[in-house]
């Protein structure tokens, strides 16, 4: 049987008992008597969720959607994938073109450390455009690993290199095409120019718990039935956590990559998250851990192009 402890609370003038679960969630006496009849875990669960309406979240953001038909899902998903891109900055977010952000980069295998870096990202985001090559991206970056700036990697309209004082090489096929998978499935990639292409389903999940903070799931599914969960906040509606499949294209095996995303911080007039997480099959892979950013800054011509006078090299074995 688990162990509970019955402690004391001074509230006003008033002593209220009041039931705590170690590691879990204190119940107070009117919640427990709400709760009777139910499971240890669904106890925890509607005393999370009265606790959150209690902090002032609507009480129909809470109840399950099971009577919401499939037209209003759909819109109600639109409807929240439109005020998380308020919540990110609106028109301020999609009029960014460049974004250098410096932090701390932590790389891991199985979960063991494998390399950290003081790191310099710079983001660069083109217009939309007609493309006939379906590996092209209107995006490029720019990832530094060394104070000099000699050796980085360059993620350009969809192609990838690594950079060091020998010369570019091209970085191996399945990377770069990882990094076109994880690019258009990224919900800030989606805000900024997938919401209005042709062939995308929004479909409201529900209300999810993540990190004992109550959200909105939405999944995201485009024309070639590849499917992206985020889960938005409440009630501010800023993206906390994304999951899709992926599946490794020699062996099929399925992967789940999620992304956490916290600490976020004003820029100007866009909200940014300070700390990304990368996971794989629950498995950290990637963390960042953000120390400044300028939007629209100052950025070299060539910061997102091979320097003609660069040697390139050939692939790696």
């Not at 100007?268 to 990304?276: D, S």
């Not at 997102?304 to 660069?310: E, H, K, V, Y």
């Amino acid at each position: 049987m688990q162990q509970r402890f019955t402690s004391v609370r001074l509230i006003g003038n008033n002593r209220e008992q009041y039931d705590e679960d170690p590691g879990g969630i204190a119940l107070t006496r009117p919640i427990k008597r709400l709760c009777l009849g139910l499971s240890g875990s669904m106890q925890g669960a509607v005393a999370a969720w009265i606790i959150a309406v209690a902090a002032g979240i609507s009480v129909l953001c809470l109840v399950a959607p099971e009577n919401l038909p499939a037209q209003g899902r759909q819109e109600k998903a639109r409807q929240l994938l439109e005020k998380c891109l308020e919540a990110v900055g609106g028109e301020a977010f999609l009029s960014i073109r460049t974004l250098k952000q410096t932090g701390r980069a932590y790389s891991f295998y199985r979960t063991d450390l494998r390399a950290l870096a003081v790191i310099t990202i710079f983001n660069e985001y083109g217009p939309p455009e007609e493309n006939e090559d379906p590996d092209w991206l209107p995006v490029s970056r720019r990832e530094v690993y060394t104070e000099k700036g000699d050796y980085y990697t360059l993620f350009q309209n969809g192609t990838g290199w690594e950079i060091t004082y020998l010369g570019a090489r091209p970085l191996p096929e399945d990377t770069v095409q990882r990094y076109r998978i994880s690019t258009r499935r990224d919900i800030f990639h989606i805000l900024r120019y997938r919401l209005d292409e042709p062939g995308m389903y929004f479909y409201y999940a529900g209300t999810e718990i993540i990190s004992n903070v109550p959200t909105h799931a939405v999944e995201i599914t485009d024309s070639e039935n590849e499917k992206v969960t985020v889960y938005l906040r409440m009630p501010d509606n800023l993206p906390v956590q994304q999951v899709y499949l992926r599946r490794d294209p020699k062996t099929r095996i399925p992967y789940e990559e999620k992304s956490i995303y916290s600490k976020y911080r004003k820029v100007g007039a866009t909200m940014i998250p300070w700390n990304v997480q990368h996971v794989r099959d629950e498995e950290r892979i990637f963390e960042l851990f953000g120390r400044t950013a300028e939007i629209n800054g100052k950025v070299p011509g060539d910061t997102f192009r091979l320097n003609n006078s660069m040697k390139v090299l050939p692939p790696a074995d």
